[in-house]
């Protein structure tokens, strides 16, 4: 018997989207009733985040919470979040639900540990609300290894990047530019680089 899977989504609505496409390409089902349950909650009015960890935004704490507990009265036995960033607020929201909240960045670093054992390095690509909170950097200390950063003028680069992809407005330039920063952690040591946003 497979468990529900709650989604608090919307945080973006293209992010929602692909996580549940992935779910269902990824899920072994040779009909319908073989694919996992999900019950989403896509809700795009969820202040923005990255201002709100920066300090000039919104506090998006009681939405993400409201949107957790709704989830676990649908029955929902566990929820994620494809969002990075909303992680910020990973504390709030596992604290006022009584089912697990996967944490993205424990799950990111663990996949990393068993792909590429003996990782020292990796980059991270994500916006600058998301390298601010250090999440990343928190979740691979505990396996040795160093997350590398964009430094100011390319970690710009990276936040137009995805907020183009937010409003899928993305050029070849700007996709150039993502490439050059990636390439750019590489030659700083990163043999492998997150893509810290879920757009």
Same mark, same amino acid.
């Given at each position: 018997m497979h468990r529900t899977i709650g989604v608090l989504g919307g945080m973006g609505p293209w992010a929602t989207?692909? #996580?549940f496409e992935k779910v269902l390409r990824l899920t072994p089902? %040779? %009909?319908d009733q073989e694919h996992l349950r999900l019950i989403i909650? =896509? =809700?795009p009015r969820i +202040?923005?985040?990255?201002p709100a960890i920066l300090g000039d935004g919104e506090d +998006?704490? +009681?939405a993400l919470v409201a949107g957790a507990r709704t989830l676990e009265a649908a029955g929902a036995a566990f929820i994620a979040i494809p969002c990075n960033t909303a992680h910020a607020f990973h504390r709030a929201i596992q604290e006022a639900v009584r089912v697990p909240v996967l944490?993205?960045?424990t799950e990111v670093a663990r996949a990393a540990a068993e792909r590429f054992p003996g990782l020292a390095r990796v980059g991270l690509l994500g916006t600058t609300a998301t390298v601010a909170t250090g999440l990343y950097q928190q979740? #691979? %200390?505990g396996l040795g290894t160093d997350v590398l950063v964009p430094d100011p003028e390319d970690q710009q680069r990276i936040d137009r990047l995805i907020y183009a992809i937010k409003a899928r407005?993305?050029?070849e330039g700007l996709r150039a530019a993502g490439i050059g920063v990636g390439r750019g952690l590489a030659r700083g040591g990163a043999t492998a680089v997150i893509l810290g946003c879920t757009e």
């Open positions: 989207l692909d #996580f089902a %040779r %009909r909650d =896509n =809700n +202040p923005d985040r990255g +998006p704490t +009681p944490h993205i960045m979740a #691979f %200390r407005q993305v050029d």
